[in-house]
């Protein structure tokens, strides 16, 4: 995820590096387009601020008769009456903090037109630096230099997680490399095992093949490297010969159903010994068996069964008697339909279901006396 990111953002790299240059050349300060905007109005009417700060502020304290002066004057004339009435006292205190008042703007206006100077060096650069800042709000579609600030900002953002995406890939490759490694130790380990397994299991199944009546059937397990998966680093195979013409194909394309079934059986009663296996349903397990093999059959999976939810389609009465409960599978005409059913059957109704698989649709005495010793209700 980090590599596709850093290959789109390196697509941008050049673009953004260039848009980020070009700010931080400008490098501005907060609000500066907007201040240097104001002293560039006040440089350009330089002239007349001076004059008319000079028009106010003479004449209240530098002309002839400054007007400051005169308000002396006239409270000096003021002052002269109150001791006879005594109301001018609040007006007095009045005309004086007008007079200091009236002082103070005027200090201040001479000290404003001081400061006033027409400077065509200032206002060239001034003038340089908006045209510049005007020109990146206008592609950049802003308005305020705060704008350009951020958008300084996030660029260098996105530069820098380009540049911290690099050192991050580079500890997660590193990452990987380890935990391969170590997947690789394990995959080695575990290949060992089933090395270890494959000869002694492939006896066994051919052993379990040889009881449930398939003695010319053999297993062969072959075990080859393959790549590296969350199963190991093996390519695992079972080949099948069930009639001993030394031709070994994949169990999947070899062998009928009823060859298939009893060959799972057997693998999977050994696996069943070490996982916990949920469901196990065999189909017609018993094809082409009788007598001892369909007995042993049954012997295999009621011994699964301890352990093991087990479902089995059969028409052995060997295997059906093995079961802990015997369901009856029917089909019925009911409105000129075809229905099927299942019934579960008692005890009663199993021992005739399975002396009938003994003896024929009639079952005779000698069948339900088997089929009640088969059960074990005798």
């Given amino acids: 995820q980090l590599l596709q990111e850093q290959e789109t953002a390196n697509k941008e790299l050049a673009y953004h590096q260039f848009l980020f240059d070009e700010l931080a050349a400008l490098s501005l300060q907060e609000n500066e387009l907007e201040q240097l905007d104001a002293e560039l109005k006040l440089l350009s009417n330089a002239s007349l601020i001076k004059e008319q700060l000079s028009a106010v502020y003479f004449p209240l304290k530098e002309?002839?008769?400054?007007?400051?002066?005169?308000?002396?004057?006239?409270?000096?004339?003021?002052?002269?009456?109150?001791?006879?009435?005594?109301?001018?006292?609040?007006?007095?205190?009045?005309?004086?903090?007008?007079?200091?008042?009236?002082?103070?703007?005027?200090?201040?206006?001479?000290?404003?037109?001081?400061?006033?100077?027409?400077?065509?060096?200032?206002?060239?650069?001034?003038?340089?630096?908006?045209?510049?800042?005007?020109?990146?709000?206008?592609?950049?579609?802003?308005?305020e230099t705060n704008q350009l600030i951020a958008l300084q900002q996030q660029l260098e953002e996105?530069?820098?997680?380009?540049?911290?995406?690099?050192?991050?890939?580079?500890?997660?490759?590193?990452?990987?490399?380890?935990?391969?490694?170590?997947?690789?130790?394990?995959?080695?380990?575990?290949?060992a095992k089933r090395q270890a397994q494959v000869k002694p299991f492939a006896i066994k199944v051919n052993q379990l093949l040889l009881q449930v009546g398939m003695p010319n059937a053999v297993l062969q397990i072959q075990l080859r490297p393959s790549v590296l998966s969350s199963y190991g680093a093996d390519d695992i195979a079972f080949l099948f010969d069930a009639n001993k013409s030394n031709r070994f194909e994949p169990i999947g394309k070899v062998g009928s159903g009823g060859e298939l079934s009893r060959l799972m059986l057997s693998i999977?009663?050994?696996?069943?010994?070490?996982?916990?296996?949920?469901?196990?349903?065999?189909?017609?397990?018993?094809?082409?068996?009788?007598?001892?093999?369909?007995?042993?059959?049954?012997?295999?999976?009621?011994?699964?069964?301890?352990?093991?939810?087990?479902?089995?389609?059969?028409?052995?009465?060997?295997?059906?008697?093995?079961?802990?409960?015997?369901?009856?599978?029917y089909k019925a005409s009911k409105d000129n339909k075809i229905t099927t059913g299942v019934k579960r059957l008692d005890d009663a109704e199993r021992i005739t279901a399975i002396a009938q698989m003994l003896s024929g649709e009639k079952p005779s005495a000698a069948a339900i006396a088997n089929a009640k010793e088969m059960l074990g209700k005798q």
């Fill in 158 to 191: 996105k530069l820098q997680r380009i540049i911290n995406a690099s050192a991050s890939i580079e500890t997660l490759e590193i990452q990987q490399q380890q935990l391969h490694a170590a997947c690789q130790q394990t995959a080695a380990a575990i290949t």
């Fill in 268 to 329: 999977k009663s050994l696996v069943a010994k070490k996982l916990s296996l949920p469901t196990l349903i065999f189909d017609e397990i018993d094809t082409g068996i009788s007598g001892e093999a369909a007995k042993q059959v049954g012997l295999i999976m009621r011994s699964l069964a301890t352990a093991h939810q087990l479902i089995a389609i059969t028409h052995q009465p060997q295997i059906a008697a093995m079961a802990t409960t015997h369901y009856f599978v």
């Fill in 63 to 143: 002309n002839d008769q400054p007007i400051v002066q005169q308000l002396k004057s006239l409270q000096q004339k003021l002052k002269s009456i109150l001791s006879i009435d005594n109301r001018l006292e609040t007006l007095n205190s009045r005309l004086t903090a007008g007079i200091i008042e009236i002082q103070d703007i005027a200090d201040e206006l001479e000290r404003m037109e001081n400061t006033v100077h027409l400077d065509d060096e200032r206002m060239s650069i001034i003038n340089d630096r908006l045209s510049a800042g005007y020109k990146l709000l206008k592609k950049h579609g802003l308005q």
